[in-house]
């Protein structure tokens, strides 16, 4: 990455308008100890000999630690030097930025430098756009806030995989989205915190009940049927059954005894008690 270059003029005269405005400023919305601003003026005074012995590393430390002292967004200024320097085009970005939105009473020259130093570094980045269903969602990037949705602005990461998480006010479950940053891309997000709600389901046209059919009395009776083969025969005339040929000989044999009986009467000796005469067989008077 081709970067601006920053000779060691530039670096003495922005550190001596960093550490003048530290100094001389009273009226700070911080309550600034005067121990923290001797610390950062040291830190910021050791800083800028470190950048201008190109090393950038260390002097980012000493104006981070700076930074954490006595928030002056003139330091922001010089961790984007020091940021631009160590090829960290994303991060120069968002100090030169606060420093921007935040020294609003810097001159104006110095002001537009920093806006020089971000269109310089910007086709070395992703913009990502962030929006969400959900207004004042919280934005985060590799854990980092980076704003809440809609972003006024795009963020800005480096080319590789980030990944964005937003966050709704209201609680429930995060939107994630993992996503790789390409030089000079510009991505746009939409998040969805709002559960979908299911449509309901289809219907037709209601058709009509057809009626059951209504019951008969026409219908015949079903008789069960013997199977075929099984047919009884016809019952015979009586007269041509065996028992009643039997009654009929009984008849007639005792007929006949009778007969002989009444036949053999004059001769009998057989004596028959009579309480009512005439008894059968008693002789004539």
């Known amino acids: 990455m081709s970067r601006l270059r920053f000779p060691s003029l530039v670096i003495a005269l922005w550190f001596a308008f960093v550490v003048g405005g530290l100094l001389g400023s009273s009226s700070r919305a ?26 950038f590393a260390a002097a980012l430390e000493r104006f981070t630690e700076a930074y954490g002292l006595v928030a002056s967004a003139k330091i922001q200024f010089n961790i984007g030097l020091a940021q631009e320097a160590l090829d960290h085009p994303a991060e120069a970005i968002r100090a030169y930025r606060i420093y921007i939105d935040e020294a609003t009473t810097d001159l104006a020259a110095r002001r537009t430098d920093a806006r020089v130093r971000i269109d310089a570094l910007r086709p070395h980045v992703t913009q990502v756009q962030v929006n969400a269903d959900v207004p004042g969602a919280t934005v985060l990037i590799d854990g980092v806030e980076a704003g809440h949705a809609p972003l006024p602005r795009p963020a800005v990461v480096n080319p590789g995989v980030h990944q964005v998480v937003v966050q709704s006010p209201t609680g429930g479950a995060p939107w994630t989205k993992a996503i790789r940053g390409e030089a000079g891309a ?3 997000l939409q998040a969805t915190l709002i559960p979908a709600v299911a449509p309901p ?3 037709g046209p209601t058709l009509p009940t057809k009626a059951p059919d209504p019951v008969t009395t026409d219908t015949p009776p079903l008789i069960a ?3 075929a083969g099984d047919t009884p025969a016809e019952s015979p005339p009586v007269y041509k059954r065996a028992w009643f040929w039997g009654a009929v000989a009984a008849v007639v044999a005792a007929g006949v005894v009778g007969g002989m009986l009444a036949t053999r009467g004059g001769g009998s000796t057989t004596t028959f008690a009579c309480d009512f005469p005439p008894c059968p067989g008693a002789a004539k008077p």
Do not use: C, H, M
């Not at 911080?30 to 090393?55: N, P, V």
């Open 201 to 203: 389901p289809l219907t």
């Open 30 to 55: 911080l309550a600034d100890t005067s121990a923290d601003k001797k610390r950062a003026t040291a830190l910021l005074q050791e800083g800028a000999k470190l950048l201008d012995r190109k090393d």
């Open 225 to 227: 049927q013997p199977p």
């Open 186 to 188: 510009r991505l746009e």
